[in-house]
T-cell receptor, first 113, second 116 residues
Framework: GDSVTQMEGPVTLSEEAFLTINCTYTATGYPSLFWYVQYPGEGLQLLLKATKADDKGSNKGFEATYRKETTSFHLEKGSVQVSDSAVYFCAAHNAGNNRKLIWGLGTSLAVNP | EAEVAQSPRYKITEKSQAVAFWCDPISGHATLYWYRQILGQGPELLVQFQDESVVDDSQLPKDRFSAERLKGVDSTLKIQPAELGDSAMYLC??????????????FGPGTRLTVT
């Protein structure tokens, strides 16, 4: 069945460092791909999305490009801030999944000043 | 900006008691989801509604959990009786199908349940 694999955390960075969180998917066809962010004690927020190959989603300085060749959707940010400390989830939706998202396990990010 | 509303935000209950959570999705969103999230883990889908109909409740522990969405708008998730292992964050999300049918989900702030 469809699956999403994220790099394990926790990831610890200093402020202004470059961030990459890897995400790969296994699916038939071409799913829509999402990154969600969860701040401590809160619900999940949609961070960015991409719906087809080579699409780039971007928001709040974060970017991710849908790579069909490598079935990947890695999250990147050029300069992280302390306020970016959160858990990041990669997710995929495939047309055959009846509106359900397939979730990665999440990657915890801690940014130190 | 439209948001998914949930209440209460926090709930402490004793085991064997009944507890209920409420969710009001974004207006016009036909699909509503209830998730359970244990601390340090990803969200686990409990039940999915399309309008007032249950589409998927395969992971819902039906001996103690129930969910309804009577008029296809707001929804209630109930646990009776609560057990210690039910302590978790309960998240509600809604979806309209998105632009071009991408089905992104929008989440409420969640209800943190502690069973003592």
């Amino acid at each position: 069945g469809d699956s999403v694999t994220q790099m394990e955390g926790p990831v610890t960075l200093s402020e202004e460092a470059f961030l990459t969180i890897n995400c790969t998917y296994t699916a038939t066809g071409y799913p829509s791909l999402f990154w969600y962010v969860q701040y401590p004690g809160e619900g999940l927020q949609l961070l960015l999305k991409a719906t087809k190959a080579d699409d780039k989603g971007s928001n709040k300085g974060f970017e991710a490009t849908y790579r069909k060749e490598t079935t990947s959707f890695h999250l990147e940010k050029g300069s992280v801030q302390v306020s970016d400390s959160a858990v990041y989830f990669c997710a995929a939706h495939n047309a055959g999944n009846n509106r359900k998202l397939i979730w990665g396990l999440g990657t915890s990010l801690a940014v130190n000043p | 900006e439209a948001e998914v509303a949930q209440s209460p935000r926090y709930k402490i209950t004793e085991k064997s008691q009944a507890v209920a959570f409420w969710c009001d999705p974004i207006s016009g969103h036909a699909t509503l989801y209830w998730y359970r999230q244990i601390l340090g883990q990803g969200p686990e889908l409990l039940v999915q509604f399309q309008d007032e109909s249950v589409v998927d409740d395969s992971q819902l522990p039906k001996d103690r959990f129930s969910a309804e969405r009577l008029k296809g708008v707001d929804s209630t998730l109930k646990i009776q009786p609560a057990e210690l292992g039910d302590s978790a964050m309960y998240l509600c999300a809604s979806s309209s199908g998105g632009t071009g049918g991408t089905y992104e989900q929008y989440f409420g702030p969640g209800t943190r349940l502690t069973v003592t």
